[in-house]
């Protein structure tokens, strides 16, 4: 195995295969037991549901390949609904007419822990860009602000 691949673990609280890691852990808000999803190389959960007793309602029941499988799968999916949600946050775009003309404006913004830089954009309906300047990652794009914008010439907002 390479080094960034990890020998599976198959035990009945811990499974690991490739990227993942379930584990098994005590609730702490009861006195059931949850599993949290962990991708390598992260310190955080992906993910953290509740997980089901077993027969002897003490003790959890045992990861398993198909349950772990499915666990997988839903981690990814919360993963990619959070960036979906984190690109729709930080990528907006409105579409205006002006002078009979299609135009499409686009903001996006990129964080960064020492201040977020933004640009605005705009293209015409071929996608040919008509404009492209720095704007404040605090702009607040609209359709009268898009409007407003292309009738300045398109001038770097404040």
């Known amino acids: 195995m390479s080094a960034d691949t990890h020998e599976p673990v198959h035990e009945d609280r811990v499974w690991s295969d490739e990227h993942w890691t379930a584990r098994v ?7 059931g037991w949850a599993v949290a999803m962990y991708l390598d190389g992260e310190a955080e959960p992906a993910l953290v549901g509740p997980w089901t007793m077993g027969r ?9 390949t198909g349950t ?5 799968k839903t981690a990814k999916e919360v993963i990619r609904r959070s960036e979906q949600q984190r690109h729709a946050e930080l990528n907006k775009n409105v579409s205006v007419s002006v002078d009979g003309r299609r135009i499409r404006v686009e903001l996006a913004i990129v964080p960064d822990e020492e201040g977020a830089t933004a640009n ?3 293209l015409d309906e071929f996608q040919e860009l008509l404009a492209c300047v720095p704007a404040p990652p605090t702009f607040k794009l609209t359709v009268d602000s898009a409007q407003a914008w292309i009738a300045s010439d398109f001038v770097k907002p404040r």
């Not at 002897?56 to 398993?64: G, I």
């Open 25 to 31: 852990i005590k609730n702490e808000d009861d006195d």
């Open 56 to 64: 002897d309602k003490k003790n959890p029941k045992p990861l398993d």
């Open 68 to 72: 772990f499988n499915t666990l997988v």
């Open 120 to 122: 605005l954009r705009a």
